[in-house]
């Protein structure tokens, strides 16, 4: 029986009902060290009896072994391995060292455990209960998070214990109980349990001082009653309180002080490995002198349990009293004698980390061998474990430039895993210890990368831009890499002066022959190009990069997101398409979950200027619920700007201006994105007729610093509202920039663009003779939004000019378009001139359009399905379980008004 945990334990009951109907879920208890969540753990696992039960823990000596707490939880059940999609098969036997492989994307590693868990459940119910989590290596502990983010359609239960204080766990977005104390009642109907007869103030003393911790309780009377007994183990509360788990391993480090001294460094000889092997203990016990006998004492003090062939301590807190009590040099020779036991290859992570610790001072040996695991941490996708390893072998490293290297490694590594503070530090650290001029930029460019995410994009161009100066001789492709990076955020802080700076350096670069980033350099020239004047060159450049993404001779992911950004730039929509496309489905293979978001967002940006507003719709959901995930806070920020936009065409004002509103506030951390917010805004003005205030909002967008890369297209929208709030002169403004833009891309879609304003602007026949040239040009480019917009106006001049039968036809055309496409603002608009004709009104074709009733989610999944791709298929492309995708399919088909995967085929989706 539990005390004092009926709330608690009601939740976990409820959690396993839901599993048991088919839903999932997950739980993280926190609560201070003996606070009682092993205890609720247990209660899981005899409540969840007829579940299948799945039990890890952390261990703290393996916080470095990457994925050690994962291997724990799942090796029974490796032979399920064969039924995932091959990719994440490979990925997960990678991660647990069965297979060699290149380096293994560690997202890859999470949708793997998410398909294996789905796997177990597909023969019923099954709960994960993992205790000491703050102990699990990053790695496992994030492909955990991952596969408990998606267990909506699973029928797994999950819980995660986690002490408070120790370690660290980021479970945000799953939901979590705070253990609190015991309330007096359950505290002394403890107490009664374990000792009814003591004495009064006794009692009073131990409820006092345990402050309703159960481990502080049982300890706390053990000690006072052994004291009552004559068997003094020296143990004493203190005078001023402490933190109760202090109190507690107090309490213990005392009572393994009364042990014999063989059995006391036997005790440490066991905390400071703690893998449960009986083995490895007792032979490094002989290079000590130790025998097995020896641990006799401290199993008969009930501190440690012993079996055949495995030892462990009965709490937590004993190993870390048996460790942090002993004397410095029992300590250090612990370690190495453990370093001398472990030899074997399979040990060789363990031992290196043994060496560290037994070392006394700098150490090339440890260190080396930190290297090596950092390196294997890699290639099975450990980050954590890598930044850690480096990181403490570079503080054993004398060499100045061997400890830089290793510090930028650590820093990179850190960086991957969004540990941003320590990879900032660590980047510094080596930038005062070493001269390296390559390493040095390299470092440069990680606190660059920090700076992006914490600061603002012109802050990280300028650092990139300030540590690739001394290399752009010395190292050409390191070079270019950095600088690429570094216009990319320039470009995105609308900082052209840094722009022009970085492509002054790249101009100086010598790269070799036929080199596969040269197209890269002229790419970003002629983005300079552009924002000096010169369009014509611009265009060209920019082109060169495009062409060569699109024949994939574009490697580098920052450069190819770059090339799909400089197609848009260039008007070039269905190759900036092609591109992204191309390169998330790419990342999606290679498991590389973290680059999705940077590749969707321009993907978004293309379809939505394409008029494809259900598939950017879809594209930005995806975006925002992974970079949300991965908390990736810069990327989720800016994505805002995309579904405002799409807002303010569907006249959605209140979704449009909060969406809006996020990115204004922070408008520094990216102005590109934050000038698309304000074109939304004043969309959104501009559909519902307020052209003043429209007008006012275009301009700023139009005038403003962003005005010379793809939102050049607010222009259009400038100009009708200026001439609809009767200010013509200010309609011209910049009608130039659009003219110049149209001429160098040479794109049919943004001549159209161009006509519409000339039409807006001229006088008699020449507006029709404008307008019946933009219709044409539009139906060369099949942009349904675009021609709608142009067919309305259109149609709205020849109903002024008396041309009833032709104003109706472009009048319904218009309204056809915005009805398929939602665009219920403009809908109305051409309703509203349309019955100003005295026609009657036109049916919602979008209200026919079964496939505008699905979810992003639902939308994504049949497309893929009606491809003719199996639930399995789409589960590893979109990082979801099978059964959360039939889960969709499920509620997709009657929305669709079908039964069966095959009748798909007949939907254009």
């Not at 005062?432 to 606190?447: F, G, Q």
């Not at 005038?703 to 929208?717: E, H, K, S, T, Y």
């Amino acid at each position: 029986m539990i005390l004092g945990r009926s709330v608690e334990q009601a939740r976990i009951d409820g959690l396993l009902a839901d599993a048991r109907g088919g839903t999932g879920g997950a739980l993280v208890i926190r609560g201070e060290a003996g606070i009682g969540k092993t205890a609720l753990l247990d209660h899981a696992a005899v409540a969840g009896a007829d579940l299948r039960v799945l039990r890890g823990v952390g261990i703290e000596s393996e916080i470095e072994v990457p994925f050690a707490g994962l291997h724990l939880l799942l090796h029974p059940y490796l032979e399920h391995v064969d039924a995932l999609p091959r990719p994440q098969g490979k990925a997960l036997r990678a991660a647990f060292g069965l297979v060699d492989a290149d380096t293994v994307e560690r997202f890859l590693i999470g949708a793997a455990t998410l398909s294996l868990l789905s796997e177990l459940a597909g023969d019923g119910p099954l709960v994960c209960l993992i205790d000491d989590t703050q102990w699990f290596d990053r790695a496992s502990a994030d492909a955990l998070l991952f596969a408990a983010r998606r267990l909506r359609q699973e029928p797994v239960a999950m819980l995660f214990a986690v002490r408070d204080g120790t370690g660290h766990f980021p479970a945000e977005g799953i939901d979590t109980v705070v253990l609190p104390t015991l309330d007096r009642d359950s505290a002394i109907a403890m107490l009664n349990e374990r000792a009814r007869g003591l004495a009064g103030p006794t009692r009073a003393r131990i409820l006092t001082e345990a402050r309703g911790n159960p481990l502080a309780i049982i300890e706390f009377t053990a000690a006072l009653t052994d004291r009552r007994h004559g068997d003094d183990h020296g143990w004493s509360l203190p005078v001023e309180p402490l933190p109760v788990a202090t109190q507690v391993q107090d309490a213990f480090r005392a009572r393994i002080g009364e042990l014999p001294e063989p059995a006391q460094r036997l005790l440490l000889l066991a905390a400071a490995d703690d893998t449960a092997d009986l083995t490895v203990l007792l032979r490094a016990a002989e290079r000590l002198g130790l025998t097995a006998a020896d641990l006799e004492p401290a199993e008969h003090a009930h501190l440690l349990t012993l079996s055949a062939d495995t030892v462990a301590f009965r709490h937590p807190l004993i190993r870390a009293a048996a460790h942090q009590g002993a004397p410095r040099g029992w300590r250090l020779a612990a370690h190495l004698a453990l370093a001398d036991t472990l030899t074997g290859d399979q040990y060789a992570d363990r031992r290196a980390w043994h060496l560290a610790a037994a070392a006394t001072g700098p150490d090339e040996n440890a260190a080396d061998a930190l290297e090596q695991a950092a390196l294997r941490a890699g290639q099975r996708g450990g980050s954590a474990a890598v930044a850690i390893a480096l990181e403490r072998a570079a503080q054993l490293t004398t060499d100045p430039d061997r400890r830089a290297r290793r510090q930028v490694g650590a820093a990179r590594a850190a960086y991957d895993i969004s540990r941003l503070d320590r990879a900032a530090g660590l980047a510094a650290a080596a930038a005062d210890v070493s001269a390296d001029e390559s390493l040095l930029a390299e470092a440069a460019w990680i606190r660059a990368q920090v700076a992006y995410e914490r600061d603002n994009p012109a802050t990280a161009a300028a650092l990139m831009l300030d540590g690739t100066a001394p290399i752009v001789g010395s190292h050409p492709e390191q070079a270019v890499s950095i600088l690429t990076d570094a216009i990319g955020c320039a470009k995105d802080a609308c900082a052209h002066h840094l722009v022009h700076r970085a492509a002054q350096l790249l101009a100086k670069v010598s790269l070799p022959p036929g080199s596969a980033l040269r197209p890269v350099v002229e790419g970003m020239i002629g983005l300079d190009d552009l924002f000096n004047g010169a369009t014509r060159s611009a265009v060209a450049g920019m082109r060169k990069l495009v062409a060569a993404a699109q024949d994939g001779q574009v490697r580098g992911l920052v450069e190819r997101v770059l090339a799909g950004y400089l197609a848009l730039v260039i008007a070039d929509d269905q190759a900036a398409t092609e591109v992204l496309d191309a390169l998330a489905a790419d990342v999606r293979r290679q498991g590389a979950l973290g680059w999705l978001p940077y590749a969707l967002e321009p993907l978004a940006i293309a379809q939505l200027l394409r008029g494809r507003f259900r598939d950017a719709g879809t594209t930005v959901a995806e975006a925002l619920a992974v970079s949300t995930d991965l908390g990736q806070e810069t990327q989720a920020l800016i994505m805002n700007a995309i579904p405002a936009w799409l807002a303010a065409v569907a006249d959605d004002a209140d979704t449009c201006r909060s969406h809006a509103e996020v990115i204004l506030r922070n408008e520094a951390r990216h102005p590109t994105n934050a000038a698309l917010a304000t074109w939304a805004l004043g969309l959104l003005d501009l559909g519902r007729g307020r052209f003043d205030t429209a007008a006012d909002t275009l301009d700023a967008v139009c005038a403003g610093p962003a005005r010379q890369d793809f939102l050049i297209r607010a222009v259009p929208d400038h100009v009708e509202a200026a001439v609809r709030s009767g200010q013509a002169t200010r309609a011209a403004r910049h009608l130039p920039a659009l003219d110049d833009w149209a001429d160098h891309t040479g794109q049919p879609h943004a001549a159209a663009l161009a006509r519409r304003c000339h039409a807006l602007l001229a006088a008699g026949p020449d507006a029709g003779t404008h307008y019946d040239a933009a219709l044409r040009l539009h139906q060369e480019t099949d942009r349904p939004y675009d021609h709608a917009r142009t067919a309305l106006l259109y149609g709205a001049w020849l109903r002024r000019q008396r041309r009833r039968t032709d104003a109706r036809t472009h009048l319904t055309d218009a309204l056809t378009g915005f009805e398929r496409l939602g665009a219920h603002g403009w809908a109305a608009r051409a309703r509203t001139e349309l019955a100003a004709l005295g026609s009657r009104p036109v049916a919602r074709s979008h209200d026919r359009d079964p496939a505008a009733r699905l979810t992003p989610q639902e939308l994504q999944v049949v497309r893929l399905a009606a491809g003719g791709l199996s639930n399995r298929d789409i589960a590893a492309q979109l990082f979801l379980s099978p059964r959360t995708v039939g889960h969709h399919l499920y509620r997709a088909y009657p929305k669709l008004g079908i039964t069966k995967r095959t009748e798909l085929a007949r939907f254009t989706l």
